[in-house]
Structure formats: C-alpha cells, structure tokens
C-alpha cells in the first residue's frame, strides 16, 4: 500500500537560518511521482516540486532544494535562509497507481514549520 | 494553465440543511475530479473519485448518501453535504486531472465549511 511519512510535525527555526523537511514514501510502483505543496494559512495548496521515480536529478530553484534518493526511498526538501513567509504546512505527496490503472495521491501528515523573526 | 476553482469559498449553513460546492477547471477538461476533506491540523483525506459522466467512486467510510457528487461536465463537478451537521465542519478541497491515470491533480483553493 502507498504511504507516505513525514516524521516532523512542526518544525521552528530562526529566520535565516536553514532548515530541511524530511519525507520517506513506500509504493510498489516502479513509476511513480513524488511532490511537495506548501499550505499557507489561507488553506489554498501551492505546488512547488514534482519529480518522477526516473529522475534523481536534484535541483536548486532558489531558495528551495530538493533531494531524491530511491535507494532510501526519501524525497526530503530544504530551504535555504528562511524567511517569515516560509511560515506554512509543507505537504510531501506521493502519486502512484492501484488497481485499474487509476492515479492516487497518498499526501503525508504535513510538517508545520514556522519561521521566527 | 490547469486553474481549478472552487465556489464558494467559504460557507457557513445551519444544521439540518444542505450545502452544494462547485469545483471547476477553468483551462482544461477534467476527465476525473477529486473530493478530499481536511479537519484542522490534519492531512487531506480523500474523500471519493468521480469520471465524468460515471457514479463517483467513494472512499471506505464516506458515506455516499450524504455527500453526493455530480459530475456531470468536463469542468464541472459539485459536492452536496447533505443534512449537515457540526461534525460536517472541514475544509473541503476538490481537484481535476484530464484523466484518470493522468500523474498529477490540480488543486483548487479549498471551501471552508461551518455548520452551526
């Protein structure tokens, strides 16, 4: 069955300062796709990352980092000097397939992360 | 592109009666929409898939008498709370995706639920 973990429920650091979200997802896919939203406070979720289970490319977009490794099975992200607007609930999702070919998307617990001036 | 909507976004009904949210994809045709609920502090949870034209398709433990949907377009889909009560109350967000094994869904903005 997908799963998705997110271990950090909330998370404080000081602005400036970096900070990593940690994600580990299991399927028994071997396509898949992974991603990351951030909910603000407003509810509305913001998409920021997709990757797919064929590319372990990291990226640097910015302040943002994402790190994909199959091997553990984790797709952790980093921001790099936080800022207050940093200050949401960080979703890791996982999409994969079940029976009859249809998409599902498996979202984690979140991880709050707050952002102190 | 991949703009979904949803109206209204926020509602507040008095227990015992009905509320209807729309979900809309304003660029695309959504072949399957999405209903995921979202209590406070709490992931979304899916609540039920629907193809267009099809009986949705719920989720263990949803109870499809009470939150009926309809999806009756390629950018329409609506989910109906019926006999709403205070437990009712979340956060409700509806997605689309132009297939049904399409690999990504596209979010909506959520409706906020009150029921008093």
């Known amino acids: 069955a997908q799963k998705v973990t997110q271990a950090q429920t909330e998370i404080s650091v000081v602005e400036k300062e970096d900070v990593t979200l940690d994600c580990v997802y299991e399927t028994r896919d071997t396509t898949y796709y992974l991603f990351w939203y951030k909910q603000p406070p407003s509810g509305e979720l913001v998409f920021l990352i997709r990757?797919?289970?064929?590319?372990?490319q990291n990226e640097i977009s910015g302040r943002y980092s994402w790190n994909f490794q199959k091997s553990t099975s984790s797709f952790n992200f980093t921001i790099t000097a936080s800022q207050v607007v940093d200050s949401a609930v960080y979703f890791c999702?996982?999409?994969?397939?079940?029976?009859?070919?249809?998409?599902?998307?498996?979202f984690g617990i979140g991880t709050k992360l707050q952002v102190i001036p | 592109g991949a703009v979904v909507s949803q109206h209204p976004s926020w509602v507040i009904c008095k227990s015992g009666t009905s509320v209807k949210i729309e979900c809309r994809s304003l660029d695309f045709q959504a072949t399957t929409m999405f209903w995921y609920r979202q209590f406070p502090k709490q992931s979304l949870m899916l609540m039920a898939t629907?193809?267009?034209?099809?009986?949705?398709?719920?989720e263990q433990g949803v109870e499809k008498d009470k939150f009926l949907i309809n999806h009756a377009s390629l950018t329409l889909s609506t989910l109906t709370v019926t006999s709403a009560h205070p437990e009712d109350s979340s956060f409700y967000i509806c997605s689309a995706a132009p297939s049904p094994a399409y690999y990504e869904q596209y979010f909506g903005p959520g409706t906020r639920l009150t029921v008093t």
């Open positions: 990757r797919n289970s064929f590319d372990e």
């Open positions: 629907s193809n267009e034209g099809s009986k949705a398709t719920y």
């Open positions: 999702a996982l999409s994969d397939y079940y029976s009859g070919g249809y998409q599902k998307v498996t």
